[in-house]
């Protein structure tokens, strides 16, 4: 199986960037969530308080399941915040919530990275399901077209890591300065934020690491098998 060939060391840098990324956003989040906001707000109060002075009152709010499963969806136009976000008045939660919002105004100017992920999702769950499956039967009965179909398809899925960067990135930061324009959060907590907006950004860093490298060894594999 070529799963466990000696190709597997080119993913290990990126195993260990996902092990650490993981290890920083659960302390990180676990450090700031029982740090209390000085506003006093819940993750619902500051979400519509931001989404009312950001003219996006259209978007509707819900609790759902989940930890850490806070997001928006551009095209149903709402905003889901995990219940302990929703009902949380924390500093994590507060920073959460902004970047769910920022995602909120990207869609809301036309921002071209968000629409390009948006349009790419279903090619790129679909490339990410049978890529795999495609290349392995093409490298066990050496048949190169298959190994061909599967590297495209598993390139649709590494395109939408890559373009999910600069989306998260700019949510991120978007989010710091919705906060600090609407005088949210005071000048010291602007720090902490920051510290849980960038532990999560790092998992998408890692998921893009694991994508790339996994793309290059498939190629070298292809490759050995003319």
């Not at 929703?86 to 500093?91: G, Q």
């Not at 795999?132 to 061909?148: K, T, V, Y």
């Amino acid at each position: 199986m070529f799963y466990f060939d000696t190709t597997i060391i080119i993913l290990i840098p990126a195993i260990i960037l996902t092990l650490y990324a993981q290890y920083k956003v659960q302390t990180t989040y676990a450090k700031y969530s029982k740090v209390l906001a000085k506003n006093g707000l819940s993750g619902r109060e500051i979400a519509e308080r931001l989404l009312s002075r950001s003219n996006l009152g259209n978007i509707k709010i819900e609790p759902i399941e989940g930890r850490l499963s806070d997001h928006y969806d551009p095209r149903q136009k709402k905003l889901g915040l995990s219940k302990e976000i929703y009902y949380s008045n924390s500093l994590a939660a507060q920073g959460i919530v902004a970047h769910e919002i920022g995602h909120a105004i990207q869609d809301r100017e036309g921002y071209s990275p968000l629409a390009l992920r948006s349009n790419l999702v279903p090619l790129a769950n679909l490339g990410s399901r049978m890529a795999l499956p495609l290349f392995l039967l093409g490298f066990l009965f050496s048949i190169p077209g298959l190994m061909d179909i599967g590297i495209i398809a598993f390139s649709l899925a590494v395109l939408f890591q890559l373009i999910t960067l600069p989306v998260e990135y700019n949510a991120s930061r978007r989010a710091v300065a919705l906060l600090v324009r609407e005088d949210i959060i005071a000048e010291e907590e602007i720090k902490p934020v920051k510290s849980v907006l960038n532990a999560a950004a790092l998992t998408y860093v890692a998921a893009t690491a694991v994508a790339v490298l996994q793309l290059l060894r498939l190629v070298i594999l292809r490759n050995r098998r003319g």
